[in-house]
């Protein structure tokens, strides 16, 4: 029985194992085809992230492309078309789009909260936007920094970009024929004065000087006047020239008009006797008008060349007539007729046409037939403007800026050794004690505890600054000055009584008074003394004697290497005031605010500019070029109409500091020619620069 049951079980044994192996195979069959779709849903995931990665990397890229774009359009924009553009962001609350004139792959906007120095921008970058799958996009929030267009060099000792009056005891002292050159845009003009070290005067409007003074070139695109005892080497007028008392020209004086000389002692006068007509030019014989800074012209010629009258000269060369009274002439060329007016005038030479003398006798020999006189016409002076000073361009740089919030007086400091940077209150009506300190808090209590900053540096307690009406004022007993470095201010400024270690800038007006003496930060440099010659009684960093300046400006100091910056704040430093701005978006003439510097007598040590009209008082002496560009002479409203250097003004530019030298902007660039009065220095355009960046 056992072996029977055996027998009839073994079938079903082998059925049992045949079903096991049929389900084997399906279950590795199902694990290779599992592991085939992983596979390939890893490779179609490989290739999905690669494609993603690789839109990813070409969106940034296009982002940043895109980024540099906004950067260059910024940078390639004028500086009036980026006050356009400013204005533009500004006024409406929605970003503002930028068109890309290159497809990129991004977009642009600028946003709203932009500012003349800080210009914020959001850029998409894109990829593959026409396919869903693979579009991709990055974007970037960026803040470009605008750095203001570089400052002129200065290189001339006074320039001007307006009309100029000279009054007064007036010194130029100089170490180069360039710095001697005086280049004024309009007429010059003066009276009872003296003027000493002024090599050449290039003007493109009348020359009208009477005084004890010598000269070497007067350049001008009007008439050359001259009277009293002036004696000048060399007169190149595109009009004409005339002189009386016993002013002389004792070289060359050409016109291109007529010459009227009937002094004695001249040298050569040439002038070709054509009819002029300039812009420049106020009318022949325009008697002058100090108040608007028109110098009185020559009178309309009697005659077409050369009238010596009773004077004398080397000789005359005239392209038309020559008259002559009891006068002597050395040498005589006349391309038309010589006409005698006097006796025993001593003349020889030759005529083109005829001697025409009347009853009158006259010595020498002239002959007729002969050629007319070679004689290079004079060419216009040309004296390019300096880059207009804006104040406002200049704000961000300041280690102090002072101006109304609201109802609120207040200061942002930036840069001063243990105060935060940041913008602080001053007083109000109710608070005067506080217009000496910066406060934290912004009632009518600023107490020991809210004080982060006292902005004086003597007598604690009085007031350094007050405020009225758009002007502020240093007050005339504090006894020292306010802290040292760069303080910007809104609206007009009076610096009083006082040494002070500053650049004043104005958007306004600034003038002195009082016992006043500043040295500039370039000027005063680390400690008074630079280079191992001693300029001012302290620097910025330290005194004299090596103890450490309380809240001294750290962008100019480094204490640990006892080095100095004088490039720091753009350069600023090198200047002592700076003044006059633009109002909104216009760069035209008639919307230029203030920009008159008027100092009335005391030591100024550093460079000024004045973006109008700079005038001179008292006993004045600066150490330092000095610019007044008449960038307002266009505006109606402007309350001065020429530069003045008056009374006792001195303008002495020999050995000065090379940190001063070192914050002229555009030293490297080329420098004026005195013999045409041409003269570089229009400063280069505005940087921008990537501040900072974002991904979204």
Avoid at 327 to 335: K, P, R
Avoid at 422 to 442: E, I, K, N
Avoid at 644 to 666: C, E, H, K, Q, Y
């Amino acid at each position: 029985m056992p072996a029977r049951s055996s027998l009839l079980l073994a079938p079903c044994a082998r059925r049992q194992r045949g079903a096991a192996t049929v389900l084997m195979t399906l279950l590795v069959g199902l694990a290779v085809m599992a592991s085939t779709l992983a596979l390939v849903q890893y490779v179609r995931s490989s290739q999905d992230q690669g494609v993603a990665m690789h839109a990813q990397t070409q969106a940034q890229m296009n982002a940043w492309a895109g980024a540099e774009l906004v950067r260059q359009y910024l940078q390639g924009l004028t500086t009036a078309q980026r006050a356009s553009l400013l204005a533009s962001v500004q006024s409406t609350s929605a970003a503002t789009p930028l068109d890309f004139s290159t497809d990129v792959g991004a977009s642009a906007v600028l946003l709203p909260a932009s500012t003349s120095s800080n210009f914020l921008a959001r850029v998409t970058g894109i990829t593959a936007a026409s396919i869903p799958k693979a579009r991709t996009t990055v974007t970037l929030d960026l803040n470009y920094g605008v750095s203001p267009a570089g400052l002129s060099a200065l290189r001339n000792a006074f320039k001007s970009g307006v009309a100029t009056q000279l009054g007064g005891t007036i010194t130029l002292l100089t170490d180069t024929v360039e710095q001697a050159t005086v280049n004024v845009r309009g007429d010059l003009l003066s009276g009872g004065y003296s003027m000493t070290g002024a090599n050449t005067i290039n003007a493109t409007g009348t020359i009208n000087l009477g005084s004890n003074s010598n000269y070497q070139v007067l350049n001008s695109n009007c008439d050359v006047v001259i009277s009293g005892t002036t004696t000048v080497g060399t007169v190149n007028a595109l009009r004409h020239v005339c002189g009386a008392g016993t002013a002389r020209v004792s070289g060359v004086a050409t016109a291109n008009g007529s010459i009227d000389m009937g002094t004695a002692n001249n040298g050569t006068l040439a002038a070709l006797g054509g009819t002029v007509s300039s812009n420049s030019c106020s009318a022949q014989g325009f008697a002058g008008n100090a108040a608007q800074g028109l110098a009185a012209s020559c009178a309309t010629p009697a005659v077409a060349g050369v009238n010596l009258g009773n004077g004398s000269a080397a000789s005359v060369k005239s392209g038309l007539d020559a008259y002559m009274g009891s006068g002597t002439i050395g040498s005589l060329v006349a391309g038309r007729d010589l006409v005698i007016t006097g006796w025993n005038g001593t003349v020889n030479g030759t005529v083109v046409r005829q001697v025409v003398r009347g009853s009158y006798n006259f010595l020498g020999t002239v002959t007729t037939g002969g050629p007319s006189p070679t004689i290079t016409p004079v060419q216009a002076v040309a004296i390019e403007p300096d880059t207009p000073f804006n104040a406002n361009d200049y704000r961000s740089y300041a280690n102090y800026a002072f101006y109304l919030s609201g109802n609120d007086l207040k200061v942002d400091v930036k840069n001063i050794t243990g105060v935060a940077d940041g913008s602080y209150y001053l007083g109000t009506a109710s608070r005067t004690s506080a217009m000496r300190y910066a406060c934290t808090f912004s009632g009518d209590n600023c107490s020991a505890g809210n004080r982060s900053l006292d902005l004086c540096t003597a007598n604690p307690n009085t007031a350094c600054l007050t405020y009225a009406a758009g002007s502020w004022t240093l007050a005339t007993d504090i006894g020292e000055g306010m802290r040292a470095g760069v303080a910007w201010f809104s609206g007009n400024l009076e610096a009083s009584t006082g040494t002070y270690y500053n650049t004043f800038i104005a958007t306004g007006n600034i003038t002195t008074s009082g016992t006043h003496t500043i040295y500039a930060p370039n000027y005063a440099g680390y400690s008074g003394t630079v280079g191992g010659t001693t300029y001012a009684p302290s620097g910025l960093c330290t005194t004299a004697a090596g103890v450490a300046i309380a809240s001294y400006p750290s962008n100019y100091c480094n204490l640990a290497n006892a080095s100095f910056n004088p490039t720091a704040a753009s350069g600023l430093g090198s200047y002592a005031y700076m003044a006059g701005s633009f109002s909104g978006a216009s760069y035209a003439a008639s919307s230029y605010l203030g920009g008159n510097v008027a100092l009335g007598g005391g030591a100024f040590n550093g460079y000024v500019l004045a973006g109008n009209a700079f005038s001179s008082g008292g006993v004045s002496t600066i150490r330092g070029f000095v610019s007044s560009q008449g960038s307002g002479a266009g505006n109606s409203n402007q309350s001065s109409k020429t530069a003045n250097l008056g009374s006792s003004t001195t303008i002495d530019v020999r050995a000065l500091p090379a940190t001063l030298a070192a914050g002229n902007t555009a030293s490297a660039g080329a420098g004026a020619d005195a013999g045409n009065g041409s003269s570089s220095g229009s400063g280069s355009t505005a940087t921008v620069s990537l501040l900072y960046s974002r991904y979204l």
